[in-house]
């Protein structure tokens, strides 16, 4: 199992402070560094949200060796073409270390607030469907032109990477696992019980091969929050301040958790948990830490996850 980092900078976080949480992702030996793309918060007061493809663009410029990812941008927030050049612009100001997380978009009240169409459930997979036809055929890099319902691209649009990984992330039982299995180099679904993701994994290794695709090219993600602690006591204060902040009994907090697959506890408990994963192939997980001002309390959790996963 290994891990990766990401964070919200929607939910607070400047520039300065993204860029501190990916050198900590560097200087750690992370997989990667990914934040989310969205621009709008429900917290009051709400933060000054960041440009997540802006922002990560500069990553690549101030980072040397870690990957850098978009999970996920939103088809409603861009034109697959410029999520195209965008993409193939900070590959290449990172050397080939960028990963493309594209997604339906699904906060309708941010579109709301900035004026943009958020069209049905439906619609919204029918663009992404297309949107990742049409990426695929622009980093064919020879020409290849695609003409769908809603998007169009015309032959001899390179220079665009053709070696750019893809990410399709989503928690669907089938569309977004078949998308995934078709389409994709990442199959990344937020934090659940494994029993829960196993056959949605089923489902995108099986339209994998029914694309002529080894399953085993898709690797497959989690990203979510973590609850836990270095040892028994740690992770009980931090039961503990967590409850209270939510206003909320500490055995209530710790059964809602543990129900959504929140990893939790300390020592053999979170290997247990990572073990589940690694068994229904979960190669990579995605702690997503919201207070990047917070690295003390980071290098607290990695310290506690890197322990419970050192002997799987």
């Given at each position: 199992?290994?891990?990766?980092l990401m ?12 860029l ?33 493809l ?46 493309l997380?594209?997604?339906t ?8 607030a ?35 319902d ?37 199959y ?7 029993f829960e ?28 929050r973590?609850?836990?602690?270095r040892d ?7 039961l ?8 909320t ?39 997503q ?9 980071l ?14």
């Open positions: 199992m290994r891990f990766s964070t919200e900078p929607q939910l607070g976080g400047t520039y300065d402070d993204i501190a949480a990916a050198r900590w992702a560097e200087r750690n030996g992370l997989v990667s560094f990914a934040r989310s793309d969205h621009y709008y918060s429900g917290r009051e007061p709400k933060p000054d949200a960041t440009d997540a802006a922002t990560l663009a500069g990553l690549a410029r101030d980072t040397e060796t870690i990957r850098l990812a978009v999970l996920v941008t939103p088809i409603t927030f861009r034109h697959p073409a410029v999520i195209a050049k965008t993409a193939a612009t900070i590959d290449q100001m990172s050397g080939g270390r960028f990963d997380g594209i997604g978009g699904w906060m309708e009240a941010e579109h709301e900035f004026g943009l169409p958020f069209p049905d459930w439906s619609k919204r997979f029918e663009r992404l469907t297309e949107a990742l036809a049409y990426l695929d055929a622009a980093f064919e890099g020879d020409g290849a032109s695609f003409r769908g809603h998007y169009t691209l015309e032959a001899d649009v390179a220079p665009i990477p053709s070696g750019l990984r893809k990410i399709v992330g989503g928690t669907g039982p089938r569309l977004t696992p078949t998308l995934a299995g078709t389409y994709a180099d990442e990344n679904h937020i934090v659940a019980p494994a993701v196993g056959p949605k994994i089923d489902v995108m290794r099986q339209a994998a091969e029914g694309s002529g695709r080894d399953p085993k090219d898709v690797a497959v993600t989690m990203m979510g973590t609850l836990v602690g028994e006591n740690e992770y009980n204060e931090r503990a301040r967590t409850a209270a902040k939510r206003e009994p500490e055995s209530d907090l710790e059964d809602r958790l543990q129900g959504a697959g929140v990893p939790l506890g300390w020592g053999d408990r979170l290997t247990a948990h990572f073990a589940d994963l690694a068994a229904i192939g979960v190669d990579t997980f995605y702690i830490w919201i207070p990047t001002d917070d690295l003390a309390g290098d607290e959790t990695y310290e506690a996850l890197l322990t419970a996963v050192s002997g799987l």
